[in-house]
């Protein structure tokens, strides 16, 4: 009889700022990220094993988060930019080549990629940046706002990490966005941009240049640069309406789908699963990014307003990019499925956005209106 109020205690510690619908939804996709890695990997206990301990990480992570109230995280911005620019600039000038990338730093204990950082750090410090002048927003706001953005952004596309880039790029521009930039602004940028599109081609590193071509046309290397786009598209052809059943992934099994646990593990999962598994995959993650919706929608000061947007909104890119890219309608950028392919340091990134997203919807009632 003793017991039970300390085991009610416990749970109320533990449950207290986890919102229940999304973590529900995140350990569902975790769960089935770790049953199509266990196929995609042939059956490898060990890296199955492997991803369960970087999941375990990742839920502590998302739960220290959720119970950082919002107030706390605005303090955190700045420093954390600061810190993450900071680190951005030390691997420019001191970071280990790791396949012709410059996108590490060796810390002597252990290496750290410091753009992973700057996936919350960023949005976080433009949320910071826009509530603190909210009273009298103006242009010139936006100006340093988007200066603030391109600095990171800038270190890490000479890493060169395309993928990233764009990602960081993304979430900073939906906090521009949602604080109220002007249309005909940013109609005005997608026209400049279009115009400088010979620019940014000249600019490209060769491999990214040969991406986009392969895009247009992978057969011109089938067995090169559109290797991967081409064997990813058959594999997820031929899943046809209900899959090939779990396992039994001829294209996976053959060794034809490359990355096929990381970046490309979108391909093995359509090839066992087909069309009717994709919809309900789909469905998970729009019920994800609906629950996200909503919490922004419901976030009480522009700070959480601006913070949950951009979380729930780089999650859709996320999502996105991935399926894209492994169906042939985007290039190859190297960025994995949210919590379905294998790796730590993304999963991380997610689930700490997840863990602040909690926070907003759950601290909201300590926040004064």
């Given amino acids: 009889m003793t017991a039970n109020p300390l085991i009610r205690r416990a749970e109320y510690f533990l449950t207290r700022h986890v919102d229940g619908l999304l973590l529900a939804l995140v350990l569902a996709l975790m769960a089935l990220g770790l049953a199509v890695l266990f196929s995609a990997s042939n059956a490898s206990v060990a890296r199955v094993s492997a991803q369960f301990a970087n999941m375990l990480v990742a839920l502590g992570v998302m ?17 954390l930019y600061a810190l993450g620019v900071t680190l951005l ?48 927003l103006r242009l010139r706001n936006f ?20 993928g990233t880039a764009l990602l960081i790029a993304a979430s900073g521009f939906f906090v521009l966005f949602l604080a109220g930039l002007s249309w005909r602004i940013i109609t ?13 081609w000249s600019a490209l590193h060769d491999y990214q240049r040969q991406r986009i ?20 598209t058959i594999a997820v052809g031929s899943g046809g309406l209900f899959g090939k059943g779990w396992l039994n992934g001829t294209q996976t099994h053959l060794d034809f789908i490359p990355e096929r646990t990381t970046d490309f593990i979108f391909a093995v999962y359509s090839e066992e699963f087909g069309l009717i598994g994709n919809v309900a995959l789909l469905a998970v993650l729009l ?10 929608a419901n976030a009480p000061t522009l700070f ?9 909104l780089t999650f859709f890119i996320y999502v996105f990019v991935n399926m894209g890219m492994v169906s042939g309608i985007l290039p190859v950028v190297g960025i994995p499925l949210p919590l379905i392919s294998y790796g730590g340091t993304a999963l991380v ?15 909201k009632k300590l926040v004064q209106t």
Avoid at 95 to 114: E, F, K
């Fill in 213 to 232: 071509l392969t895009l247009i046309d992978p057969t011109q290397d089938p067995l090169g640069s559109g290797y991967h786009t081409i064997q990813s």
């Fill in 304 to 312: 959480t307003r601006l913070l949950a947007g951009a979380v729930t």
């Fill in 63 to 79: 739960w220290a988060f959720a119970n950082i109230p919002p107030h706390y995280l605005a303090r955190l911005a700045l420093p």
């Fill in 89 to 136: 600039v030390c691997v420019a000038l001191f970071g280990d080549v790791v396949h012709g990338a410059r996108r590490w730093l060796d810390l002597g204990v252990t290496r750290i990629q410091p753009s992973e950082l700057m996936k919350i750090a960023v949005p976080l410090a433009l949320a910071w940046y826009f509530d603190r002048y909210e009273a009298a």
């Fill in 188 to 200: 005005g940028l997608a026209v400049a941009g279009a115009a400088s599109l010979p620019l940014v």
């Fill in 143 to 162: 100006a340093v706002a988007t200066v603030m953005l391109a600095v990171p952004v800038y270190l890490i596309a000479r890493q060169p990490d395309l």
């Fill in 287 to 296: 019920l994800v990014i609906g629950r996200g919706a909503l919490i922004t």
């Fill in 349 to 363: 990134s997610i689930c700490l956005g997840f863990g602040i997203l909690m926070s907003i919807a759950t601290h």
